[in-house]
Nanobody, 129 residues
Framework: EVQLQASGGGLVQPGGSLRLSCEASGFRFGDYNIGWFRQAPGKEREAVSCISSSGGSAYYADAVKGRVTISRDNAKNTVYLQMNNLKPEDTAAYYC??????????????????????WGQGTQVTVSS
């Protein structure tokens, strides 16, 4: 059974930082690209970032570019999302996701939600003073 568990969210002031983690199990983690997306109440799902299976390539949505860094440790079946200079508009539930055909070769691939086959419970990020 594929499982993806996001954690590390919380309440942070504007300008603060958080490091989200995504622990995966039930599949050959090192063979899969991983993506993060977020969703705020009443808003559509929004792509955040993706990282290739080897960790050699990563892409970011314009809304977070320059403030977010994605990384992975294939030995630990974990992907990380370091978020700096957080803004109130970053407030959302954050989810990590994967799929057998999920691409991560360009910025455009962030938005192919139809290929996000699996995701777990998200972790809430709230940016507020």
């Amino acid at each position: 059974e594929v499982q993806l568990q996001a954690s590390g969210g919380g309440l942070v002031q504007p300008g603060g930082s958080l490091r989200l983690s995504c622990e995966a199990s039930g599949f050959r983690f090192g063979d899969y690209n991983i993506g993060w997306f977020r969703q705020a109440p009443g808003k559509e799902r929004e792509a955040v970032s993706c990282i290739s299976s080897s960790g050699g390539s990563a892409y970011y949505a314009d809304a977070v570019k320059g403030r977010v860094t994605i990384s992975r440790d294939n030995a630990k079946n974990t992907v990380y999302l370091q978020m700096n200079n957080l803004k109130p508009e970053d407030t959302a539930a954050y989810y990590c996701s994967t799929g057998s055909a999920l691409p991560c070769y360009s910025d455009d691939d962030l938005w192919v939600f139809d290929l996000y086959d699996y995701w777990g419970q998200g972790t809430q990020v709230t940016v507020s003073s």
